[in-house]
Structures are given as C-alpha cells and as structure tokens.
C-alpha cells in the first residue's frame, strides 16, 4: 500500500515537472493581437505584439508578419486563425515564386509591434467573424534553419517552407473581438 502511494505521488510530481518545464517553453514568446478591424469589403486589419520573456534570442519567422498575404487566414466558425507561417509541411514541388525567408532577432526582455491585413477567402463569410487570433512561427538555431533552407532550395524537390515548419515551435495569441468599421 504505501508502495502504491510512493509511486503514484512520484508519477504525480514528474507529471508536474513536465507540465511546469513544457509551459515555460511555449511562455518563452508571447504573443497579442492589440487591435482587429474588418472592413466593410472584408479585409481584416490586425495590429499585432510579440515580446520574447526567455533568457535566450528568439528569432521568429517574419516573412507573412507584416502587410497583406494571400491564403494566410484560416476561418474556424467564427474564428479567424492570422498564419504567420505554415503549421505543417506542405506535400507539393517547390513554388514558382516563393520570397526570401525573413527573421525577426527578439532579444530577451524585448518586443516588436506590428500590422498585417488579411482577406478571408470567398468560400468563408466575413460578415460572422467575432475573433480574431495569431500564429506564429519561432526558434533559437537561426544557423539550423538557414542550413536547412539552403540544403532544400539546392536540392529543389520539396515546397520551401518546409525547412521553416520542421524547425519552428508555434505560438499563439488569445482570441481578440473584432470591430467591424461601417461605412
């Protein structure tokens, strides 16, 4: 009896201490949505904070964090999910026209701000979105990733931000209100 106890006390404190050790890995970057505004044509305008509270540089995927980009918003019922990057790797050739991956360097103790826009796809209604969230893409091995991309493009056989979803963690904003601008 007292055996079980022991054991079970013990699986309970290394569940624990693996909750407390992965939560202090995904807490690392944090990131908020400070202001969505849908249009009345549709487009979604989101103000946007990333603030790295590691004690490590955190490079995050910048190449779709600012400005407008085509097929980077998912709608989930009355959710919009903003992409940032891909969440998973995507089983096709390299694209004709891919940009040049960019990275943000986010020191510890510091943040960035920024907007982005985004079109929901004509399939989804935008008259019903209420929230709005951010995903983002991160990592510490800058050199890995680079490697990475560089060894992908020279081979020429898989979709380019491939090497960038194998590498990243993910982060994601809490959901946000949209307002909705009239004419």
Same mark, same amino acid.
């Given at each position: 009896?007292?055996?079980?106890?022991? #054991? &079970?006390?013990?699986?309970?404190? #290394?569940?624990?201490?693996?909750?407390?050790?992965?939560?202090?890995?995904?807490?690392? #970057?944090?990131?908020?949505?400070?202001?969505?505004?849908?249009?009345?044509?549709?487009?979604?305008?989101?103000?946007?904070?990333?603030?790295?509270?590691?004690?490590?540089?955190?490079?995050?995927?910048? &190449?779709?964090?600012?400005?407008?980009?085509?097929?980077?918003?998912?709608?989930?019922?009355? &959710?919009?999910?903003?992409?940032?990057?891909? #969440?998973?790797?995507?089983?096709?050739?390299?694209?004709?026209?891919?940009?040049?991956?960019?990275?943000? +360097?986010?020191?510890?103790? &510091?943040?960035?701000?920024?907007?982005?826009?985004?079109?929901?796809?004509?399939?989804?209604?935008?008259?019903?979105?209420?929230?709005?969230?951010?995903?983002?893409?991160?990592?510490?091995?800058?050199?890995?990733?680079?490697?990475?991309?560089?060894?992908?493009?020279?081979?020429?056989?898989?979709?380019?931000?491939?090497?960038?979803?194998?590498?990243?963690?993910?982060?994601?904003?809490?959901?946000? +209100?949209?307002?909705?601008?009239?004419?």
């Amino acid at each position: 009896m007292k055996k079980s106890i022991a #054991l &079970t006390l013990l699986l309970a404190l #290394l569940g624990m201490t693996r909750t407390t050790w992965c939560e202090e890995k995904n807490a690392r #970057l944090k990131i908020a949505v400070t202001e969505a505004l849908l249009t009345p044509d549709g487009v979604l305008h989101c103000k946007w904070k990333i603030s790295n509270a590691g004690r490590e540089v955190v490079h995050v995927y910048g &190449t779709f964090l600012h400005g407008p980009s085509d097929d980077m918003l998912d709608v989930q019922g009355r &959710t919009a999910v903003v992409r940032t990057t891909w #969440l998973r790797e995507v089983k096709a050739d390299p694209a004709y026209y891919f940009p040049k991956p960019e990275f943000i +360097d986010l020191a510890p103790g &510091t943040e960035i701000t920024g907007a982005l826009e985004r079109r929901p796809p004509a399939k989804g209604n935008a008259g019903q979105l209420q929230n709005v969230e951010i995903v983002v893409g991160y990592g510490t091995d800058i050199e890995k990733v680079n490697r990475d991309i560089q060894q992908s493009l020279a081979k020429g056989a898989e979709f380019q931000a491939n090497a960038v979803v194998r590498w990243q963690s993910l982060a994601s904003s809490a959901p946000v +209100d949209v307002v909705r601008l009239i004419r």
